[in-house]
């Protein structure tokens, strides 16, 4: 584990993931009270009780640290250690209750991600990664299952909503794939989908407007399986603004990029 006092260890890092889950999945079922923050962007009461208890078990156990979350924004800034949070990742399937949703938390330090833990509750499934030792998905080790062949692959992403430029970008990217392999997916979690990426599940997640909080801890966990983890036009620095990202086997990943820039 980290050896720096001033740093957490990726099994609180899960402790506190597990625990959020266990709210979010008591409250799955429940009536819900919801809140837009846009046309489509939606918040529920169980997205702030997560982050409460999430914010409060990080500032009571590094009270310096600063934290970045989906819904109070910045907190504590200034820091070089730095968590970000995604509550609920996957509210509008949530408040439908489809049970396609997580618990995503990272922590940063210096400007890359040390610790990533996604927790998705309806299947009790723990992925959890630290930089340079490993991803795990509860406790079984990751590793990312090459493959070669567009043809044979199964994809996974999102569609910028209010970017149409980049929506119209993307659709072309969906149709091309969605014609010429097994198809794509649209679950609804980038943190999921990102995880399946690292065990396998699906070939590729790509988003061409992401939030750091959705993807910072899939996109470590992706990463430590074996994928290769870039910016949608190949930049190996993929975690800083604007932020986009594209994981694959690593068979594919220059066929896509190939294939992003033709379309």
């Given at each position: 584990m980290i050896a720096d006092p001033a740093q957490p260890t990726l099994d609180i890092a899960i402790q506190w993931a597990t625990q959020a889950g266990a709210i979010a999945r008591e409250g799955f079922l429940t009536e819900h009270a919801i809140n837009f923050k846009g046309a489509t962007d939606l918040v529920t009461e169980i997205d702030h009780a997560c982050e409460k208890l999430l914010v409060d078990a990080i500032l009571t156990a590094f009270p310096s640290h600063s934290i970045?979350?989906?819904?109070?924004?910045?907190?504590?800034?200034g820091s070089t250690y730095?968590?970000?949070?995604?509550?609920?990742?996957?509210?509008v399937n949530y408040a439908r209750r489809i049970p396609m949703y997580a618990i995503s938390l990272a922590f940063e330090h210096a400007g890359q991600v040390q610790l990533g833990v996604v927790y998705d509750p309806s299947r009790d499934e723990c992925y959890?990664?630290?930089?340079?030792?490993?991803?795990?998905?509860?406790?079984?080790?990751?590793?990312?299952t090459d493959t070669t062949d567009l043809e044979k692959c199964l994809f996974a992403t999102a569609f910028a909503r209010n970017q149409g430029d980049l929506f119209e970008r993307n659709l072309r990217y969906f149709g091309y794939l969605s014609l010429n392999t097994f198809g794509v997916r649209r679950l609804g979690s980038a943190a999921l989908e990102l995880c399946y990426v690292a065990s396998g599940q699906v070939n590729a997640y790509w988003e061409l407007a992401i939030n750091s909080w959705d993807m910072a801890a899939a996109a470590l966990i992706a990463e430590e399986a074996g994928a290769i983890v870039t910016t949608p036009d190949g930049d190996l620095d993929y975690f800083?603004?604007?932020y986009a990202v594209l994981a694959s086997a690593p068979g594919?990943?220059?066929?896509?990029i190939e294939l992003f820039h033709r379309l």
């Open positions: 970045l979350t989906e819904e109070s924004g910045a907190v504590n800034s730095r968590w970000h949070i995604d509550p609920l990742d996957g509210t959890a990664a630290q930089r340079g030792k490993g991803a795990w998905l509860n406790g079984r080790e990751l590793h990312i800083k603004p604007p594919i990943h220059t066929q896509l």
